[in-house]
């Protein structure tokens, strides 16, 4: 089987530092790049983040580059834990990997215009706002021949948001990107709360991952000991979830998810900004929204490949 060329555009964030370490550790995918943009912190932290992981996890061949460093048209906003900022060295320790120098949206319009030639489209893996996305879409609209799909962490229908009542984080911070990537014609699969609250994270299962995965996974069980994301009154039960790394484990095993077609779109303006909305009986659809996850059996996988790649680094 074909490796599947994937590029992974993130704004790390804990659950963003799962997603990448997935990443880097699996055989079935080639990761071109990890490209960075400004969301749950601001560009330089989430960039100087995304250097340290790659260093622990000993992926130093994969290059990391920086991208937009706000939104393309509303003010900047961050996540709710922006004061984490650059993960601390006693966390994540101080090893880091030197940034590429070509920015983000060019590396992106470069690989994508590459595959295109070669008739091999890459994947576009999306766990923060869209905005570098967006701007190689929007400056370069021919590269979407080169983009097989996104696979997007963002929105909320039936759940309520999590940055706001109305919105989710990722789409909240930059609504005129996802507004362009929804539009773009290039096939979407959408990981919105609906979703990714489903599978929680209890104080055992961290334990598991710090015990089992090595330094990756000793790191993202500090991280995730430090910034715990457990919300009784919310989930009712035990736990927390991790978004991101759900984009990476459904390129993994499809089959722990389940989706429906829709066509999607985004509110950009007014009050209820970042509002995502569906329409599940269109007859052209262009997304698959996911809808289920198997919990034990995402858990497992997060916990396994983490792990996982502890062993290859060895």
């Given at each position: 089987?074909?490796?599947?060329?994937?590029?992974?555009?993130?704004?790390?964030?804990?659950?963003?530092?799962?997603?990448?370490?997935?990443?880097?550790?699996?055989?079935?995918?080639?990761?071109?790049?990890?490209?960075?943009?400004?969301?749950?912190?601001?560009?330089?932290?989430?960039?100087?983040?995304?250097?340290?992981?790659?260093?622990?996890?000993?992926?130093?061949?994969?290059?990391?580059?920086?991208?937009?460093?706000?939104?393309?048209?509303?003010?900047?906003?961050?996540?709710?834990?922006?004061?984490?900022?650059?993960?601390?060295?006693?966390?994540?320790?101080?090893?880091?990997?030197?940034?590429?120098?070509?920015?983000?949206?060019?590396?992106?319009?470069?690989?994508?215009?590459?595959?295109?030639?070669?008739?091999?489209?890459?994947?576009?893996?999306?766990?923060?706002?869209?905005?570098?996305?967006?701007?190689?879409?929007?400056?370069?609209?021919?590269?979407?021949?080169?983009?097989?799909?996104?696979?997007?962490?963002?929105?909320?229908?039936?759940?309520?948001?999590?940055?706001?009542?109305?919105?989710?984080?990722?789409?909240?911070?930059?609504?005129?990107?996802?507004?362009?990537?929804?539009?773009?014609?290039?096939?979407?699969?959408?990981?919105?709360?609906?979703?990714?609250?489903?599978?929680?994270?209890?104080?055992?299962?961290?334990?598991?991952?710090?015990?089992?995965?090595g330094a990756p996974g000793r790191a993202l069980a500090a991280l995730m000991d430090e910034?715990?994301?457990?919300?009784?009154?919310?989930?009712?039960?035990?736990?927390?979830?991790?978004?991101?790394?759900?984009?990476?484990?459904?390129?993994?095993?499809?089959?722990?998810?389940?989706?429906?077609?829709?066509?999607?779109?985004?509110?950009?303006?007014?009050?209820?900004?970042?509002?995502?909305?569906?329409?599940?009986?269109?007859?052209?659809?262009?997304?698959?929204?996911?809808?289920?996850?198997?919990?034990?059996?995402?858990?497992?996988?997060?916990?396994?490949?983490?792990?996982?790649?502890?062993?290859?680094?060895?």
């Amino acid at each position: 089987m074909s490796r599947q060329r994937v590029i992974l555009d993130t704004d790390p964030g804990v659950d963003d530092a799962a997603a990448i370490f997935m990443a880097l550790g699996a055989p079935e995918i080639d990761l071109l790049g990890i490209t960075v943009v400004a969301g749950n912190v601001p560009l330089g932290a989430g960039l100087e983040n995304a250097c340290r992981l790659v260093a622990l996890a000993g992926r130093r061949d994969v290059p990391v580059l920086a991208g937009v460093e706000r939104p393309l048209l509303r003010d900047q906003v961050y996540g709710r834990y922006a004061a984490i900022g650059a993960f601390s060295e006693r966390l994540v320790g101080a090893d880091s990997v030197t940034p590429a120098s070509e920015h983000a949206v060019s590396f992106i319009v470069r690989q994508a215009r590459a595959a295109a030639r070669a008739g091999r489209p890459l994947t576009l893996c999306a766990i923060g706002p869209l905005s570098n996305i967006a701007m190689a879409l929007r400056l370069h609209p021919e590269v979407a021949e080169g983009i097989a799909r996104v696979v997007c962490m963002g929105g909320a229908f039936t759940a309520l948001g999590h940055r706001t009542p109305w919105a989710e984080f990722n789409i909240y911070a930059d609504p005129h990107a996802a507004q362009i990537v929804f539009g773009a014609g290039v096939p979407l699969v959408l990981f919105p709360l609906d979703v990714t609250m489903q599978a929680l994270f209890t104080p055992a299962d961290v334990v598991r991952i710090g015990a089992t995965g090595g330094a990756p996974g000793r790191a993202l069980a500090a991280l995730m000991d430090e910034h715990d994301r457990s919300d009784m009154a919310r989930y009712g039960r035990p736990g927390g979830p991790l978004h991101d790394p759900m984009t990476i484990a459904w390129l993994l095993e499809p089959g722990l998810f389940a989706g429906r077609p829709a066509t999607v779109g985004v509110q950009v303006g007014g009050a209820t900004s970042g509002h995502t909305f569906a329409d599940f009986n269109d007859d052209s659809p262009r997304a698959t929204v996911m809808t289920d996850v198997d919990e034990p059996g995402y858990i497992a996988l997060v916990t396994d490949r983490i792990a996982a790649l502890e062993e290859e680094t060895q």
